[in-house]
């Protein structure tokens, strides 16, 4: 009888324990949340998958991208497309990554700068086995203004 009393709680101390959230490293402090300012540009390197958005671009925001340059032969022929909002702001690419948390993707990592919290690399793969499917952002030169 003592086992089936202690189960029900053991069971939800588990459940709640799964649903705390990231655990920091020991020693470490939290990674700050990041707000996106209304201006700031990166460089964005898209490599992985089948996609129109492949390369490297230096990327100006002002609320949404007003520039995007190629820095690549990839990311050039990718601009020449001149699809719309191709090239996507910071607050997009983790929209996207929280959508295919949503959607079950097999792998959605973001990672994130210490000291502000900004994204700077994020990986989501839908389906482990399949081939192509993937997307591999990573964002550096991140600056404000």
Same mark, same amino acid.
């Given at each position: 009888?003592?086992?089936? @009393? #202690? ?58 991208? #007003? ?39 097999? #792998? ?11 994204? @700077? ?25």
């Amino acid at each position: 009888m003592r086992v089936k @009393t #202690v189960l029900p709680g053991l069971v939800l101390l588990t459940l709640t324990g799964a649903c705390a959230g990231p655990q920091e490293s020991a020693g470490q402090p939290p990674t700050p949340t990041w707000t996106a300012p209304a201006k700031y540009g990166f460089t964005l390197d898209s490599q992985c998958g089948e996609r129109a958005l492949i390369g490297r671009f230096r990327v100006t925001v002002r609320d949404e991208v #007003v520039d995007a340059e190629g820095l690549d032969d990839a990311a050039r022929r990718a601009l020449m497309l001149r699809l719309a909002d191709l090239v996507p702001t910071l607050t997009r690419l983790e929209a996207e990554a929280e959508q295919a948390r949503r959607d079950g993707a097999d #792998v959605v990592t973001v990672e994130r700068d210490p000291a502000d919290g900004h994204p @700077t690399k994020i990986t989501i793969d839908p389906a482990r086995n399949a081939i192509d499917d993937e997307t591999c952002y990573t964002i550096e030169d991140y600056t404000i203004g």
